[in-house]
């Protein structure tokens, strides 16, 4: 364990230089190290009921009957519905994650099939863990008895859980109204990937499997709705990344205007993606809020969190590189299925997230990739910290290392002759990026990268110790994996910004926090933008009121969209500030400075003002009254930033790993971490997100994984079973960063949120493989468990032996 | 209704009569002190005491992660010793001593060692398991010895965080048993 603190506290007054780029301690700490958090199961509801769903225990079958005669008779129950009593509520639908961007529509046509999820089944289930009905009651314990009293009558179906199996001809069908089991389709080219393929000097060909895993944050979902007596308006706490979006659906499913409807969420626990999109659940507590007439309350437990709310990860790859005799890629093949479970929930999101991320850091002249999504009786997919990335990664680091042991090369040695140089940014890969526009790679030093990480990591040292040989049957490896991602997607975020009569700013943002610390590092950027204190900020993230329009905490984009939002409503405010001192002080404009939040005149004659004298709480004496009536609260501004394309982020994981080849057991010895994303607003921040997405793909990589019966029964729905790690599976981590600024924004910022959790399976992957080279052993999926390397060194002829 | 039960304050939670809703299996009068105040309650035996500590005390500090056991978010000390509290009953708790994140620091005072080094190393980040991590660490500072490395790394190994990668938790952790330790009887390092 190493001592010390990572980061000393800093100090409140800066030296007179921006606060960004500073390790600015969080401002969120204090009231959560006390207790005061504030996530939705503590607000407080007097007088609420509690919500439990009852959910299928089939993957697929008929509903015959549903009783709820005994569950309503149940002490407590205030209300039991089933899909009957809310079948005239509109089915929930993730419009914007459906949505088709025209560009993407008009060059490549996918094929997205829509399948809405009725907030309660009517006559089908299509998953393990699908809501049927729901018990109101006067508190959980109370809901939950009645749940066993609740008579459903079900007749199964046959089950696909296989994505192959459920493309096949006469395959039974999940949704009746479509044509088959297919969720979405799309297929892109460059250049002549055939005529590549024929005249290659060495073609390999193989199939990879990324595991379903899931997001599992340590706070569960959990949504409350009240209506509020006296306005009549409907609040509710869900802990979502995409309030907005929340907002809009409830107006939508309740009937009424979005502007009746607020949702909040304040402090969550995690999200990840898994709370980024909309859920039934979240529909159906504020409907019983309003119908019932009181608050409503439901909080999801563990089981049903890792059986019930979205999985990810799920997609086999048939990839094929093409090389020359030199190991420059001519081509890349790939077709991927991805296991959408039961529900398209996200359309391309996923599929296209793999598509135009496969290539990675490479130059490929010829490309030919082709993505089927495929619907099937397990719970529905949906982005994960990565979403899409981690498995096309996977599949092409994979892929990149059997073409090295094809070829003789030192895998680091042929990814060196494959980068995109940074001479060559910005970079066309000549496919098409996830809004339709041609894909372009902004900015970046992948070789850089590269170099970095082979140092760091000892490369030579490895193979030294290799050539040594393995001792007690523990065999060393050491694999290498690069990733880009395309951060800070739009289409917008909103920041607005008011300087209260205090001269106290508040910033409220459309992206609310799951634990990124947005107060602090938002209200970096507004300090520096306006030029005031940064304890003079107060930042709101998460509430609808608080900004008309907002998107959420999604897809590393919160830093690029909400950052350079509140940048540009920091400047406008800060010219507003000047403009009217200048106006006070009846000098020009641009004579005025402003600083830590006080306006002084360039030539020091005039005498210097506060904001919080302008802004009307102090009026100095005998300066003449504003004539045109704006003071105050005309200090605002709000800004929708729309990025003009992707901010690319980049990096290069290496890791040194010791197998034991009696046990199976994999320990990490080394890892390394070299990573880009463009100009950082608080380091230490920046790398805790890095930290946290490379534990989580560490988890992904060698311990977790959603596992299904062939019956569709899910066989790891409690934390006994489904493996996230602990301290002690995590070892410290050797992070190391580059930046290249990101022309796509006014801050040069790229998103990092998700980065981190990109490599991690791949690059354990690799140097597993690289460990037990010696038994000619090639690593096809994950996790690598102990009992999987065993399974792979049995497979490789290598015999089972006591020590 | 839950919160017939419940007062904000727990010094004088005292409560006589049943919710009106009582689940059949019965009701018991529990004596315990509950951050150094004492709390006189009624509670079903079926209670569970994080859900007695939440929804009756109305300490939303102690988070509820996994109810089986083994994300450790609920962590609160029981007469010095951290316990579950999702696989505690309330009604086990008579008697007993009861600490929660809310009694480290209780109102404007400064925050523990502990605390603070949470804050100061980013041991955190949405802080929802934070309370747990904290709660186990200050029973590791309160111990009369210095715990070694393998004993602070089992009592970390009983939560989890899914947002740091725990790095900077074991630096917190490290950063308040030196504080702890400074003067007083060496440990066996860490």
Known sequence: ?803 | MTTDLATSDPATATHAAPPPLAEPSGWHEIRLTVNGAPVTAQVESRLLLSDFLRDRLRLTGTHVGCEHGVCGACTVLVDGEPARSCLTLAVQCAGAELRTVEGLAPGDAPLTPVQRAFHECHGMQCGFCTPGFVMTATALTEQPQRPDAADVADALSGHLCRCTGYRNIRRAVCQALDERFADGPAGRGE
């Open chain 1, 1 to 803: 364990m190493s001592h010390g603190p990572s980061h000393a506290p800093q100090q409140p007054a800066p030296d007179g230089g921006p606060w960004t780029g500073r390790p600015v301690p969080r401002v969120e700490d204090d009231r959560l190290l006390r207790g005061n958090g504030r996530y939705v199961d503590d607000v407080a509801l007097p007088g609420a009921a509690e919500a439990a769903f009852l959910r299928s225990p089939h993957a697929h079958a008929r509903i015959r009957s549903v009783d709820v005669t005994a569950a309503l008779a149940a002490p407590g129950v205030v209300a039991v519905w089933t899909g009957a009593d809310v079948a005239h509520l509109p089915a929930m639908l993730n419009r914007e994650e459906l949505r088709t961007p025209p560009g993407l529509a008009e060059l490549l046509d996918p094929y997205v099939a829509i399948t809405p999820m009725p907030l309660l089944a009517t006559d089908k289930v299509l998953y393990v863990g699908q809501p049927v009905a729901v018990v109101l009651a006067e508190n959980r314990y109370l809901a939950e008895d009645a749940l066993e009293l609740v008579d459903v009558r079900y007749a199964p179906l046959p089950v696909l859980v296989d994505p192959d199996r459920a493309l096949t001809e006469g395959a039974p069908l999940l949704h009746d109204d479509l044509r088959d089991n297919t969720a979405v389709a799309v297929a892109t080219n460059v250049g002549d990937p055939d005529a590549a393929f024929a005249s290659a000097h060495t073609v390999v060909s193989e199939e990879f499997q990324a595991h379903r895993y899931v997001a599992s944050p340590i706070e569960t979902r959990a949504v409350s709705a009240q209506v509020d007596p006296y306005s009549g308006e409907l609040t509710v706490w869900s802990n979502t990344q995409t309030p907005h979006r929340v907002r809009e659906a409830t107006a939508h499913t309740l009937g009424l205007d979005p502007e009746r409807v607020r949702v909040i969420a304040t402090d969550v626990g995690g999200g990840f993606g898994q709370k980024g999109i909309l859920y039934v659940e979240e529909m159906l507590v504020p409907y019983a809020a309003r119908v019932l007439g009181r608050p409503v309350l439901w909080r999801e437990d563990r089981n049903e969190n890792l059986t019930a709310s979205s999985h990810a990860r799920e997609q086999i790859h048939r990839i094929e590189l093409a090389a020359d005799a030199e190991g420059h890629l001519l081509a890349v093949r790939d077709r991927i299925t991805v296991n959408f479970g039961a529900y398209n929930m996200t359309g391309l999101v996923v599929p296209y997230n793999s598509v135009c991320h496969l290539l990675g850091p490479y130059r490929v002249p010829h490309v030919d990739i082709d993505v089927v999504g495929v619907l099937t009786n397990t719970t529905f997919a949906t982005p994960y910290r990565g979403a899409g990335r981690p498995e096309s990664v996977f599949a092409m680091e994979r892929a990149m290392d059997r073409l090295a042991a094809e070829l003789g090369l030192e895998p680091a040695e042929l990814r060196a002759r494959n980068l995109v140089g940074p001479d060559e940014m910005p970079y066309a890969t000549g496919l098409v990026d996830r809004s339709g526009k041609p894909q372009s790679y902004d900015s970046g030093d992948f070789p850089e990268l590269l170099r970095r990480a082979v140092a760091k990591a000892d490369l030579e040292g490895v193979r030294a110790r290799q050539r040594e040989g393995g001792r007690d049957g523990r065999l060393v490896g050491i694999g290498f994996a690069m990733y880009i991602e395309a951060t800070g997607l739009g289409p917008f975020e909103t920041a607005r910004i008011d300087i209260a009569p205090s001269g106290r700013v508040k910033l409220a943002i459309g992206a609310p926090s799951q634990g990124q610390g947005h107060r602090t590092s938002m209200a970096q950027i507004a300090a520096d933008a306006i030029g005031v204190p940064f304890d003079a900020v107060d930042v709101v993230g998460g509430d609808t009121s608080a900004t008309p329009f907002g998107v959420g905490t999604i897809a590393s984009r919160a830093l690029v969209n909400a950052g350079n939002a509140t940048h540009r409503a920091g400047r406008l405010v800060r010219e507003k500030i000047i403009e009217a001192a200048a106006r006070r002080l009846g000098v020009p404009a641009d004579g005025l400075d402003l600083r830590e939040g006080v306006i002084t005149a360039k030539d020091a004659e005039k005498p210097a003002l506060t904001l919080a004298e302008l802004a009307g709480r102090a009026p100095l004496p005998g300066t003449p009254e504003p004539t045109d009536g704006r003071h105050g609260t005309e200090l605002s501004e709000t800004v929708h930033f729309r990025p003009p394309g992707f901010a690319v982020s980049s990096g290069a994981h290496a890791a040194v790993v010791e197998v034991d080849e009696h046990t199976g057991e994999t320990e990490i010895l080394h890892y390394v971490a070299v990573h880009d994303a463009g100009v950082i607003v608080n380091p230490m921040i920046a790398e805790g997100q890095v930290t946290g997405g490379i534990a989580q793909g560490i988890g992904g990589a060698l311990y977790e994984e959603m596992i299904y019966g062939p019956d569709g029964q899910p066989r790891t729905g409690t934390y006994m079973d489904y493996l996230v790690p602990t301290s002690s599976e995590i070892p410290d981590l050797d992070l190391d960063e580059i930046h290249t600024p990101s022309p796509m924004n006014d801050l040069g910022v790229k998103g990092l949120g998700e980065g981190g959790a990109i490599a991690p399976q791949a690059v354990l992957a690799n140097a597993v493989e690289d460990a037990l080279r010696p038994f000619g052993v090639v690593v096809r999926r994950g996790p690598l468990s102990p009992s999987r390397v065993r399974d792979l060194l049995r497979a490789a002829g290598r015999p089972t032996t006591a020590r």
